[in-house]
């Protein structure tokens, strides 16, 4: 029985076969040179630090040294005044007086009065912060007076101002929901 031979092109050898030494043999030579490399760059660094280390100072530019002396002025003796100075009355801070609460302004201001309206009876919803992923405290009822503390804030797509109720109670509420409105005569600390 005849044993089958594949075609080896002379030019490129055999692709099958195992490398010899002269294919994939490591160039040891060259591993050499560059370990030869390395250790002469070494020693020539250290030598030329080694050199600038152990060299002496320079000479100084050769000016004689100046020497400063820093002396005080002298000083005249004080001389006792005969009189006392007057003094000066420290003026006092007048405080501003209180904005007139009695008439409602055009807008909703801070400081001012507002009254909820236009709830269609269900009244405003005041949140512990502004914006309507905020908790709520209370709902106001339509017609209660507010004093408007701050604001105005925009969040989630609505103007909030905040707000303290007649009870005390502080919370952010839309304006959309508030009008101006005069300071009522029944709230508390007038």
């Known amino acids: 029985m005849a044993r089958y031979q594949r075609p080896i092109d002379p030019r490129k050898g055999d692709p099958l076969a195992p490398p010899t030494a002269e294919k994939g043999a490591v160039p040891w030579l060259w591993i050499g040179v560059g370990f030869l490399v390395t250790l002469v760059s070494v020693w020539m660094a250290i030598w030329i630090i080694t050199l600038f280390l152990s060299r002496p100072p320079l000479p100084a530019g050769g000016a004689p040294a100046t020497i400063i002396r820093l002396t005080a002025p002298a000083t005249m003796e004080p001389t006792p005044s005969s009189q ?24 909703i201001t801070a400081g001012y009065f507002a009254r909820v309206f236009n709830t269609d009876g269900i009244g405003l919803s005041v949140r512990a912060g502004a ?15 507010v004093l408007i503390l701050d604001g105005p804030v925009e969040e989630s797509d609505f103007i909030w101002w905040q707000l303290q109720l007649a009870d005390g109670t502080v919370g952010w509420a839309v304006d959309r929901f508030l009008e101006p409105a005069g300071e009522p005569p029944d709230w508390p600390d007038s």
Do not use: F, K
């Open 84 to 107: 006392a100075p007057t003094p000066t009355p420290i003026p006092t801070l007048t405080p501003p007086p209180p904005p007139d609460r009695a008439s409602a302004p055009e807008t």
């Open 131 to 145: 914006g309507t992923a905020n908790n709520i405290l209370v709902v106001a009822e339509e017609g209660a007076s």
